[in-house]
Structures are given as structure tokens and as C-alpha cells.
T-cell receptor, first 115, second 115 residues
Framework: AQKITQTQPGMFVQEKEAVTLDCTYD???????LFWYKQPSSGEMIFLIY??????QNATEGRYSLNFQKARKSANLVISASQLGDSAMYFC????????????FGAGTTVTVRA | GAGVSQSPSNKVTEKGKDVELRCDPI?????LYWYRQSLGQGLEFLIY????????KSGLPSDRFSAERTGGSVSTLTIQRTQQEDSAVYLC?????????????FGDGTRLSIL
């Protein structure tokens, strides 16, 4: 079975600073994908970034980067230069053959950006 | 629009009634997923459709839940004899290609409240 663990229920970050959201996973799949989603208070789930298990480079998308450490089974999200609009719940998710490609989600981390 | 469309956005109904939730995926996306999110929780997988294959119903919590996808496009999730524990946000997502590498794009969800 696949399991995603996000150990930080909530975090505060000062505007313009960087924040790292932790995500560890457990799987015996060799090929899998890791995703981060943002869910603002309005409720929509917004795809942020993807990392494939065979990708050697860490994924980056604008201010988002994924610190992928395969041996440690971690896929931390780094948000640089935080903005007030970054305040939201962030979910780490995983997809792989063992779970029939369904997304398994972590419990989420709430980020609050302070002015 | 270009995104995943869900209707209704909100539904309030009495315990014991049947409800139908609709999802219109992104055009051309072969995979369609239903998830449930209870207040403050992560997402719980319900059902997965991929092309013309038999759906993966392994996440449906009881036989009161069913879903169909007509013509490989629009999907309807039906909950019969609703119970108060069915109150949640029901999210639909679609994706193209190989699900390990392709992100799922979510609709805005249907907020279901059972009185």
C-alpha cells in the first residue's frame, strides 16, 4: 500500500520569505509520481508541481520547487518569496501502479503568510 | 470553460433522499476520478474511470454509492438514501495519458449537506 505523511499541520511564514513543507512517502512501486496541490479557502484543488520517480532533476515551477530525495522517500515542497495569496492548505499526493494510479493524499499542511 | 465542471456547487437535502452529482471533465481527458473530502480532512478516493475499461470502484464506501460515465465523458455520482455522514465536499478530477505522470485537474467540487 502507498502512504503519504505530512507531519506539519500548520505553519506561519513571513511575506517574502521561503517556506518548506515536508512530505514523506512509503511505497514498493518502482515507478511512481509525486504531486503537490494547493487548496485555498475557496475550496478548489490547484495542481502545483510534479516529480517522477525516475527524474534525476528536482522539479521547479516558478516559485515552487520540489526537493526530491528518493533514498529518504521524501518530496518536500519549497515555496520561495511567499506572498499573501499563498495562504492555503497544501497537499502532497502520490500515484503509482500498486495503487492502480489513484492519488493517495497526505493530511495536508495549512500555510498562513503574514504581512 | 476549459476546466473540470461540477454541478451543483452546493446541495442541501434531507436524510434518506437520493442525490446526483455531475462532473464534466476536460475535453479529451480519458481518466476521471471522484474523491470525497470531509471537513478539514484530506481526500478520500471513491471511484476511477479510464477510457472504456471497467471502473475501479474500490473506494466506494457502501452500496448506496454508485457512479457512471456516459460516452466516455460526463460522469454522475449517485448517493441513495443519504445519511448525515455523507455530508462532505465531493471532488471530481480528470487527467490525460499515463496517470503516474499526468496531473489530475480538479473541479470546484459539490458541497453536500445532509440535514
Amino acid at each position: 500500500a502507498q502512504k503519504i505523511t505530512q507531519t506539519q499541520p500548520g505553519m506561519f511564514v513571513q511575506e517574502k520569505e521561503a517556506v518548506t513543507l515536508d512530505c514523506t512517502y512509503d511505497t514498493s512501486d518502482q515507478s511512481y509520481g509525486l504531486f503537490w496541490y494547493k487548496q485555498p479557502s475557496s475550496g478548489e484543488m490547484i495542481f502545483l508541481i510534479y516529480q517522477g520517480s525516475y527524474d534525476e532533476q528536482n522539479a521547479t515551477e516558478g516559485r515552487y520547487s520540489l526537493n526530491f530525495q528518493k533514498a529518504r522517500k521524501s518530496a518536500n515542497l519549497v515555496i520561495s518569496a511567499s506572498q499573501l495569496g499563498d495562504s492555503a492548505m497544501y497537499f502532497c499526493a502520490m500515484s503509482g501502479a500498486l495503487n492502480d494510479y489513484k492519488l493517495s493524499f497526505g493530511a495536508g499542511t495549512t500555510v498562513t503568510v503574514r504581512a | 470553460g476549459a476546466g473540470v465542471s461540477q454541478s451543483p456547487s452546493n446541495k442541501v437535502t434531507e436524510k434518506g433522499k437520493d442525490v446526483e452529482l455531475r462532473c464534466d471533465p476536460i475535453s479529451g481527458h480519458t481518466a476521471l476520478y471522484w474523491y470525497r473530502q470531509s471537513l478539514g480532512q484530506g481526500l478520500e478516493f471513491l471511484i476511477y474511470f479510464q477510457g472504456n475499461s471497467a471502473p475501479d470502484k474500490s473506494g466506494l464506501p457502501s452500496d448506496r454509492f454508485s457512479a457512471e460515465r456516459t460516452g466516455g465523458s460526463v460522469s454522475t455520482l449517485t448517493i441513495q438514501r443519504t445519511q448525515q455522514e455523507d455530508s462532505a465536499v465531493y471532488l471530481c478530477a480528470s487527467s490525460s495519458g499515463q496517470p503516474t505522470s499526468q496531473p489530475q485537474h480538479f473541479g470546484d467540487g459539490t458541497r453536500l449537506s445532509i440535514l
